[in-house]
């Protein structure tokens, strides 16, 4: 800022000072350079008009300004504290808008003493609500965002051009944009700004009507943002900087008179900041917040975390995140051009611009106003010292030009780039924020959540893990233990309600194993008496754990859920609500009552409308310029994140438990995919929603395997192995770059013995992560299917000699990790799989050489499980050839290949050109079109297709046994009627199993599309003991599940197949592959290729002889019926005829 000796108002030394500055040029050399740096183009080109072009391009960027701070502030609200603001809104709205003093919102703090220092605030955004919604509070931002821009660009002299205003102001936008949002941080960065620009207008303009607009400021500010002595600070800093520039004679003002009126108008603030209903008690807000709320976040969280991350101070790390590191620059920035202004240089702006960088050091939330500080000082400084040093010449130099436009036009498309990046949603927000109007999906998903939480509670009193979830359920009528409000909560003794939180939540967790190192144990875990104790003092009989995303709050959920103290009522896409397993008798009639029941959820309602689920089109890749300029959204909505749950039950299960029970494992698994085709339903490009519902038919395929072999059945394998694999292939249509993914197609490929599928995508997953296997010691890893543990012992036990390069065994060990084994068994299984492809496929191509039928060929290569070969030879061999046989044999080995999309398109158009069933003979177009048609979730056709080729089955076994009638044999030697016997008995068992499959998995369409009725009756019909099938006994467990009885005199008995519904109940979780089918693999009329060496590939890479494969049942490609029938279906029918 310059002093009044150089502002141009009354100083006459002011064209010396410039011509001074100005260089000193003779006037030979001056006519030379107008001449050579004129513009002959230009000739009507005057310095005026240029000058006059850049205030209008000026113009324009300001605005522009305006607009992309709008548009930052054109958020999804994601932090809770707003909800919490607009509840006290509510509640002052409808209890005489006076604050009381005490705190009426919590269970452990209520009556407590509680000052309300955001009152007003709060009841302005209790009434954006009630105008507008949630999408209220995003344009209440939006208001605030232009209106701190506007003073922002406003702060300037006008008689100098201000682009240097516009860059200054747009440095200050990543340091203020988190907090852009409905809350008081919101009134601080309006109220900082409005001193600012009042302050700026005094000192240039001596305007003294403006100057008293202060108090009012102060006023209202005062009554809505506790952290309004901010605004006092301004006036403070500044005016003490300015009287010690008047002694020194570097006055700011230009008057006596006028430094009178500003501290009087001071004076006046301070006396305004004390109206409110607080009164003295105002003057100790900076103590209460820097000494006590403050320093309750840090002593609560310990580590500057990104949710909390403003408590903290700038020394405590994470100084590249781009709002500390931009109000750092900024600040650096503002001292530069004091610097360069030295000579018309402003104390108070020194004073101003080093308090409030200490203060931003000290706390980083003080960052966000200083960065408003920042941007004036630099705007005020850059403005002056320009000023003073631009030339005055009557002729233009093609720098001048450049910098007038070019310049200008660089800032208008970086600010127009900035403001599309940011709807683009590509830069990653602060708090899960993203563009929009509202709540942001999670918190939106954690509202709904918790609303019908509290809705089915015992009563409001809960008891939360984290201070964040307090806030949502103040909103929905609920009283936390504890809210982001931690400041209350602190004390000492038993008053500490803090340190009482932080060891109760430890508390209600399971006691950590002995196995556990001693620095990882926390000696205040899985102590009953002390959540009981503290439960009991404040009347809390219900606890609720967080499921929202982001990171959902499993490890406590699954430590509640194992424990016998805690009982689950409710369950949803954002929160599990326990409820104590003691009490009195009529809060343990409310548990018994609510307690949940997903087995009737999964297996006896039926779902709304299931037909508006299915999808009219397959997942796709969006294009490079969606992807560049909407970006992605990778928030999980309800829908989904409630899949996620079940998915995540399931996968506990199986690796550290609970041990799930079958009945409540099946359960899980069609929850989970019902609910993530309702989620794709809406979201038929999202590559989270197919990963989930591919994760959900893994588990259904391995529980339907386990649960057959219990009970010496058979499991539609093929069925789920095609479900996963459409799930799976859209999933990688769509992310086609996720690691993850491949391996778990390479999973699903090698359970399912497809093995240059499963070589294909290991592959691809270590060119996508670079993956290289240590090096480790001869033997430490034999096989690769060996576990952590087995790879360990293997390492510990090697005494056959020293390991390689002179290591110990203890020193290899120290080195190995469970990601090395990973890679290693990876690596091996890779190296496995590659030598048996590679034989394969010499032995393939010399066949073909010896001119033998590529699609026998292929068939062979196929049946051997090696797809993706098969698929080679007949694009090779058959280009453009479209005979049926061959075409439906391409689709199969499609679907296989995970490429759903493609064999639709070859499928349907072959089903398009005849019907497919109804026509007494099955097609063999009908099984492959089913499987695929499952991956647009249309049931209904996927239900007739099953229903229409089992009725065409049992027309063709009538029309057989009526062509086995001795009428139709007069002439055969062997008697007629033992022949007709044995025929139609082999022929019925056939028949029945056959029937019996494909009516299973219409059934079982049935049941994932949520209408169980009619699934009910389907399986009844299989399960009846004239249903010679070894799917009998799942027919028959699922028939129990979905509420329906079994037929007199069937077997197992109901007790056998299925015992009580505890969600712990046992069951023995053999290795899949012991419960396979017992039926051979399809066989065909095509050679078989030999095998050298006879060995092939296990799940993880071990050698496994081809005999011993198991077989997934597929459509056999000759077009013959190959569902999961076979011999072993006839005798187990036989059997349960003779015991029926």
């Known amino acids: 800022m310059t002093s009044s000796a150089d502002d141009p108002q009354h100083s006459p030394h002011l064209d010396e000072t410039k011509g001074g500055d100005a260089p000193t040029v003779g006037a030979d050399s001056a006519s ?146 988190p907090q852009l949002v409905a809350t008081p941080e919101l009134i601080t960065l309006c109220g900082t700004a409005t001193t600012l620009w009042l302050l700026w207008q005094y000192r240039l303009y001596a305007c003294e009507r403006k100057i008293w607009l202060l108090v009012l400021v102060m006023l209202l500010w005062g009554n809505m943002d506790p952290r309004a002595f901010l605004g006092l600070s301004v006036l403070l800093l500044y005016g003490v900087g300015e009287a010690i520039g008047a002694a020194i004679g570097r006055a700011g003002f230009f008057e006596s008179g006028q430094r009178r009126t500003y501290w009087i108008v001071t004076a006046c603030c301070v006396l305004a900041f004390f109206i409110s209903p607080f009164g003295w008690q105002q003057f100790l807000a900076p103590v209460e917040l820097y000494g006590s709320i403050d320093a309750a976040f840090r002593d609560y969280f310990g580590a500057p975390k990104t949710s909390v991350r403003e408590y903290f101070p700038v020394w405590a790390g994470h100084l590249t995140d781009l709002p500390t590191a931009a109000g750092l620059f900024l600040g650096a920035v503002a001292l530069v051009t004091i610097g360069l202004n030295g000579r018309r240089l402003d104390p108070g702006d020194i004073l101003l611009t080093v308090g409030f960088f200490l203060l931003g050091l000290i706390t980083r939330r003080e960052l966000a106003p200083a960065a408003l500080v920042f941007a004036a000082v630099a705007s005020w400084n850059g403005q002056s010292w320009r000023r003073a040093v631009v030339r005055t010449e009557d002729t233009i130099r093609r720098a001048d030009i450049v910098f007038a436009r070019g310049g200008r036009l660089v800032t208008a498309i970086a600010l127009i780039s900035c403001g599309l990046v940011v709807l683009s949603g590509r830069v990653p927000a602060f708090d899960s924020r993203s563009p929009g109007f509202g709540l942001s999906i999670a918190l939106e998903t954690a509202v709904a959540g918790y609303k019908d939480a509290v809705a089915e509670a015992y009563d409001a009193r809960m008891f939360n893990f984290r201070p964040a979830e307090g806030d949502v359920l103040i909103w929905v009528g609920a009283k936390p233990f504890i809210d982001t409000r931690l400041g209350l909560y602190q004390g000492s003794g038993d008053d500490d309600l803090l340190s009482l939180h932080n060891t109760v939540r430890y508390s209600m967790l399971a006691e950590q194993s002995s196995e556990e190192t001693d620095e990882s144990k926390t000696p205040r875990r899985g102590r009953p008496e002390i959540w009981k104790q503290a439960f009991d003092r404040f009347s809390i009989s219900q606890a609720i754990n967080r499921l929202s995303q982001p990171d959902p709050d499993y490890f406590v959920h699954f430590d509640l859920l194992t424990s016998p103290e805690w009982r689950m009522t409710v369950l949803n896409a954002a929160a599990s609500v326990f409820c104590r397993a003691d009490g009195d008798e009529e809060f343990r009639e409310y548990v018994r009552k609510n307690s949940l029941n997903f087995i009737d959820a999964a297996f006896r309602q039926n779902l709304e409308n299931p037909e508006t689920r299915e999808r009219a089109a397959w997942g796709t890749l969006r294009s490079g310029f969606e992807q560049g300029l909407i970006g992605r959204d990778e928030t999980i909505p309800a829908e989904l994140a409630l899949a996620g749950h079940f998915l995540k039950h399931l996968e506990s299960g199986e690796r550290q438990g609970p041990r799930l029970g079958p009945e409540i494992a099946l359960a899980f698994c069609y929850l989970a995919i019902r609910n993530a085709n309702e989620f794709l339903m809406t979201n038929p490009d999202s590559n989270a929603g197919y990963k989930s519902l591919g994760l959900a038919y893994h588990y259904l395929g391995l529980w339907e395997t386990r649960i057959a072999e219990k009970l010496k059945g058979s499991a539609p394998r093929s069925l789920r192995f095609y479900e996963s694999l459409n799930a799976l292939g859209q999933a990688r249509v769509i992310k086609p770059d996720e690691p993850e993914l491949y391996l778990l197609l390479y999973e699903t490929y090698v359970r399912n013995n497809r093995l240059d599928l499963a070589l294909d995508a290991l592959t691809t997953h270590q060119q996508l992560t670079g993956e290289q296997a240590p090096e480790i010691p001869d033997g430490a890893l034999n096989d690769a299917n060996k576990s952590v543990a087995d790879a360990v012992n293997d390492i510990e036990g090697d005494s056959s000699g020293d390991p390689p390069n002179g290591e110990s065994a203890s020193e290899a060990l120290s080195q190995l990790t469970a990601q090395d084994i990973a890679a290693v068994a990876r690596e091996k299984a890779r190296k496995a799989l590659r030598d048996r492809v590679s034989q394969v496929e010499t032995q393939v191509y010399r066949a073909i050489a010896q001119d033998a039928e590529p699609f026998n060929v292929a068939t062979a290569a196929w049946q051997q499980g090696f797809t993706l070969l098969a698929l080679r030879l007949i694009d090779e061999s058959y280009p453009g050839v479209e005979r049926p046989e061959l075409l439906r044999f391409k689709a199969l080995l499609l679907l296989e290949a995970a490429r759903p999309a493609e064999a639709y398109a070859i499928l349907t158009n072959l089903v398009a050109e005849r019907p497919i069933y109804g026509l007494g003979e099955p097609s063999p177009l009908l099984e492959p079109y089913a499987m695929v048609s499952v991956g647009l979730g249309q049931y209904q056709l996927v239900t007739d297709l099953w229903l229409g080729i089992a009725n065409d089955v049992a027309e063709r076994s009538i029309r057989d046994v009526l062509f086995a009638s001795p009428l139709m044999h007069l002439n055969i030697a062997e008697p007629p009627v033992i022949k007709l016997h044995d025929e139609i008995l082999n022929l019925a068992s056939r028949t029945t199993a056959q029937v019996g499959s494909y009516r299973l998995n219409a059934a079982l369409s049935e049941l994932e599309a949520g209408r169980v009725e009619e699934a009910r009756e389907l399986f009844a019909q299989v399960a009846s003991p004239t249903a010679r099938s070894s799917f009998t006994p799942l027919a028959r467990f699922y028939l129990l599940l979905t509420g329906g009885e079994l037929p007199k005199n069937a077997t197992p008995s109901n007790e056998d197949v299925l015992g009580n519904a505890d969600l712990f109940g046992q069951i023995d979780q053999t290795d899949e592959s012991a419960a396979e089918e017992s039926e051979p693999k399809p066989q065909s009329d095509s050679p078989e290729i030999p095998s050298e060496g006879g060995d092939q590939v296990s799940e993880d890479g071990s050698a496994k002889s081809i005999e011993d494969r198991p077989a997934v049942k597929a459509p056999r490609p000759d077009g013959v019926s190959s569902s999961d029938e076979t011999e072993a279906d006839e005798s187990t029918a036989e059997d349960e005829d003779r015991e029926g």
């Not at 030379?32 to 205030?55: F, M, R, V």
Request: glycine content about 6%; some cysteine.
């Open 32 to 177: 030379e350079a107008a001449s050579t740096e004129t513009l002959p183009d230009d000739a009507d080109l005057t310095p005026e008009y240029l000058a006059e072009e850049a205030q209008r391009n000026d113009f324009v960027l300001r605005w522009l300004f305006v607009l992309l701070a709008i548009i930052c502030a054109s958020m999804t609200v994601a932090d809770s504290a707003v909800l919490r603001h607009a509840k006290f809104g509510e509640t002052l709205a409808s209890n005489g808008l006076v604050p009381t003093g005490v705190d009426s919102f919590s269970a452990t703090a209520d009556g407590h003493s509680w000052l309300q220092r955001s009152w007003l605030f709060d009841l302005v955004s209790w009434g954006a609500y009630s105008a507008a919604g949630p999408a209220g509070w995003t344009i209440l931002a939006m208001i605030g965002a232009g209106f701190v821009a506007w003073l922002l660009v406003s702060t300037r002299r006008v008689e100098v051009d201000s682009w240097w205003v516009v860059v200054a102001s747009a440095l200050a936008l990543p340091a203020i944009i």
